[in-house]
């Protein structure tokens, strides 16, 4: 079985050095024949669904999950306009990065280039299929994907299509490649394909990281938990502050950048803590003592409640003495992911930009502004909370590496 | 022993914050004050070293390993030399890498910013403690560093002095923090210590990078095997071909970027190799057919000969049809690290460097110029051949990672 993997990766391997020699032109094509046969063809991808989605209801899957799973005719066409969207971005391969003359006479220049073959392990959502494919496909790389066995008929009816596609245009097949054995063993064998893996980006919960931790040892890229924070200073626009709380908090409360704790300063925590309970209708508040004294209604903050992402419609709110000790709360519980400061006071907001250590920090804006499409990378493949290689909102630019060239005229070494 | 790991770690990254507070000015002088302190207490460290010399030579350890575990003053002056001149090197923070202005006037910039903490782990080179303690500090980083038992006493002196010289100019001591247990279970702890290291980089041979592939858990860059190639294309300058062969080979041939294989265009073959083999007087050939019947003393090269980095007076050669081809070979046993071709037509230079995908590829030029100090870095913490993070030559720019700072004035999503 792990040889299988290895031959779907030597595949993938001797596909990409086809890719690199291809134009922008040829690519976007292949991304465009890809939309358009997913359209004509919907019915297949849709029966291929219709079976996954039956075999999740017989098996007692959650209907959260055989929602994410069940596509219809307009998410066909929702994933065809993506794959058009990407065609129609600038492509990142090609840039020169920077160069110099060295004094030897060395011409040195450092060119962004595909990483080659870039590796998606993903849960029960086929959509990631074609979207991973596309963004793969645009920034030159190669598509080695492994989905979840409840979608997998779904990922091979799309996967054919998108492979159909690619060859009418005269691209190879083998840029998009689907791993279609779904046992562990394989998911496992995947993870160590360092012969053909450049990068593997994993799209999934905690016990997938955690399985790439224990197990991959290709080079990844982890897209982690956002325990978000907004710290509401002693010089804030309390107004403002209400209204960014509110929106970091409830606009959409299951994702990654939404806001789940609130550090207040004391000198403002009385005026602004009982008119931001009443402004979070809904919102089930968690706080420290002096919270609660403001706010009644708010239970009682545990040391988990600090370090949790909620992913719901739940708060938690700590009155803090200074800049610093709000700071250090952060240091301590957050996520490395974003961190958001409210001041109209620039020396508190340069200490807090400086001082906190996340892929992004915002002055005056909400925490649920980070991410590829409201930073305009047009598309995102995940946000990165590690600091190697990606640290936050992955755009096409993060799927690439760079290549040094280093033009002489016979310069030896002496 | 893991929780003993475990504490350095947190002591280690409460210092981190602490760096990322101090200037450039400060971490340059605790630089200068480490260097000082080095050479007017060298007596120190030369003692610890010789205690380590004495035991390795009484453990049997080979002469080659004892020489580069030997200090002397010369060796502990140069240690310090090194440091003065990372402290005149530019600082990489701060840089703004970009910025722009999103149409809801979000303001977003992507700055320069140090990993945190890097831990690094190698073998028997004591110098290996000052010159990663000075990267790191330049760069804002605490260094987090396992060494081996075999220098462990010249080690733990190195950095108690350059601890102490820290202290001297208000730096934190823990911006140097040294693992002293030498275990095999501690080297294991320290790689999956993710609450604490941003960054690890080993520098060492094969099995200590079989044991980050196999344990690592915290994020990596590995220094890998070069297998480097020189393409002897049909519009070679000959004469330049073979010095930059000889130089390639012979110049210092223990090191990553020698050259390993030479591959030459069947169309120049007859010319050329006889005047290279006499060039290459005390190298030994090993060849493919044509080769050897052109240069008759050469052996007979096998499939190991072709994937192997010698780092030896020993050199393959092989007699390729076409420009394709010697693609091709590069592509199925070079390293990824450095690969040249000689050519004075611009067709073949363009697809050569578009083609072959390497960390750097040259055109007229020895692969011995792939270093960091070549390129003009100042300074090198190791050549990545991996395509993550860092690609090739790796300087003070390598061991930063970038933050999003976006400013608003209330923005909410909508």
Redesign the interface.
Known sequence: MSTAIADLGRRARAAS?TL??TSTAQRDAALLAGADLLVSRADEVLDANERDVVAAVEGGVAATVVDRLRLDVGRVEAMAAGLRQVAALPDPVGEVLDG?V?PNG?R?SRVR?P??VVAIIYENRPNVTSDAAGLCLKSGNVAFLRGSSGAIRSNVAIAGILREAYGKVDLPADALVLVEDTSREAAVAFMQQ?DSI??LIPRGGPSLIRSI??NA?V?Y?IDGDGNCHVYVDAAA?LD?AR??V??GKT?RPSVCNATESVLVHEDVAASFLPDLAAALEGVALVGDERTRELVPEAGAATEDDWAQEFLDLRLAVRVVPSLDAAVDHI?RYGSGHSEAIVTTDLLA?DRF???V??????????T???DGE???FGAEIGIST????A???MGLRELT?????????????G
């Not at 250590?357 to 909400?366: E, F, G, I, Q, R």
């Not at 590690?386 to 290689?389: G, P, R, V």
């Open positions: 050095r690199a020699r110099w060295r060395l040195i280039v990483l080659g360092r450049d990068c931790l224990d040892t080079p890229v626009d403002m209204a960014l509110v929106n606009q240091a907001a930009t400086a001082e250590d996340a892929a992004a920090v915002l002055v005056n804006a909400s649920r502004f980070v409201e930073f305009g590690q600091k190697l290689h640290r936050g909102p590496t760079a290549k040094y060239v280093v033009r002489g005229e016979g310069q030896t070494r």
